[in-house]
């Protein structure tokens, strides 16, 4: 009992080193692809092991802050910003056994603890008494909330349409095969749900766009950007905490990944059915 609750509460975490170790580097490489550029080559083999070295270089570095920064707040707006987006993990259902919780509410739970993010954001750019950081973190903060509204519109449609609020329930629903997935129709609809294709198409580009903003992603970059305001909202911070900013954005990147599978996608249920309830009932 106690080593399957360790391993439900580290696998997110683990989770999120993972993908921000991958989509750094692919984001890094493909970017300079398109641009015609190599991109990091030196350390491992094409690169592949840069962020661990750059991750080595952040843990040694100095923790520094401007003398006219606001301490306390300056401090705190890291770990905030963590707490926010691992916390979210906690209801996500990676199986039908890998869930850190089952509660009745959980998307209910997401949109609520994702909100810390704009606490902790407008923490960040303040305490920094930097205005680049204060622009930065002013754009993110209004872009989120911008686009909370139709993210949370398409959520309670998906929690009118399945009748729960459990992200669980959800991926139950669209069990067996992909024309069950949300994105199609559904399952348990009928001859109706071929009625609800074209919507559901429809709600799925809004959210898709909606978490694309909200996660600061091009063509939604302007919080971070380079040319205008140097890095954003983080622009003062530096080692370990400017390692915690990032390790939150790719961790949101997969956490609202994983709400759009489960609301359209069939979340951890396999497309060809019998192996997704094979892996399920492991």
Known sequence: MIISSLIVAVFPLVNVLIVCVVGVYLERKVSAHIQDRLGPMRTGWHGSLQLIADFIKLLQKEDIASTQADKPLF???PVLVFTGGFAAYATIPFSSKLIGSEAEVGIFYVIAVSGIAVISIL????SGNNKYSLLGAMR?????????????LVVLS?????GTLSLGKMSEMQTAYFWNWNLFGGAGFGAAKFLLIPFM????????ISTLAETNRTPFDI????SELVAGYFTEYAGMKYAMFMLTEYGNMFLVSAIVSILFLGGYQSPIGYLGNSIGAE
């Open 223 to 226: 919080p971070e950007a380079e």
């Open 158 to 162: 998906m929690v009118m349409l399945t």
């Open 201 to 208: 198409v429809v709600g799925f580009i809004i959210i898709f």
């Open 140 to 152: 993110s903060a209004a872009q989120i909330i911008s686009y909370e509204i139709p993210t949370a």
């Open 75 to 77: 401090t705190i707006a």
């Open 123 to 126: 923490m960040a750019g303040w």
